[in-house]
């Protein structure tokens, strides 16, 4: 007799499968591709198609992290924006993230305290917000095809990431952002 098990989704499926149905809607291949992929890798875990992966979520040393994370600055400040060593690079980080981010998850978790929920709703409230303003800034720079009136993030942050030092300082952010909401160097 075999044991049915709950089937636990990770939060993180729906934004991805957001993500991937908001990108090509607005026509992004490349970005439609690479949440798609994501959404689809992690689906298949969800509905236990694939179970492989490290045995637990892998620990770096910060030594490691901060080396990562200055050698891909110190690219993105020196290379030209849109250059082929950028796209090398950014290629190389693929293989490294989902091997970081592939491991096979427990099936059961403890429960939550009240202190992850309230910090759950706050943070869930407040994507939600971020998203929604977004979307309206994209519709409404679409429809007046305008973005001076309907900026989006990324028209805010174009005069910024025009510069070498703009753009290594925001993928070495979002790279440190990444490494502490994923959790590597926190203690379980």
């Known amino acids: 007799m075999s044991v049915k098990s709950k ?29 798609g992929t994501a959404t689809i890798l992690m689906l298949t875990q969800v509905f236990g198609f694939t179970r492989f992966g490290f045995k637990e979520q892998p620990k770096l040393s910060i030594w490691v992290i901060g080396s990562i994370v200055l050698a891909v600055a110190a690219v993105l400040y020196f290379a030209p924006r849109h250059s082929t060593l950028i796209l090398i690079t950014l290629l190389l980080l693929i293989p490294a993230g989902i091997g970081l981010l592939f491991y096979v998850d427990n099936l059961r978790h403890p429960k939550p305290t009240e202190a992850v929920k309230r910090s759950r709703l706050a943070w869930g ?60 160097r926190r203690k379980r």
């Open 7 to 35: 089937l636990s989704i990770n939060l993180w499926v729906f934004v991805f499968v957001g993500a991937t149905m908001f990108h090509a809607w607005r026509g992004s291949t490349e970005d439609a591709y690479i949440f």
């Open 125 to 184: 409230v407040w994507a939600f917000i971020f998203t929604l303003i977004e979307l309206i800034a994209f519709i409404g720079s679409q429809f007046a095809n305008d973005t001076n009136d309907f900026p989006t993030i990324s028209v805010l942050l174009d005069p910024v990431l025009e510069t070498p030092l703009g753009r290594a300082a925001f993928v070495a952010l979002w790279l440190m952002a990444g490494v502490y909401l994923f959790g590597f």
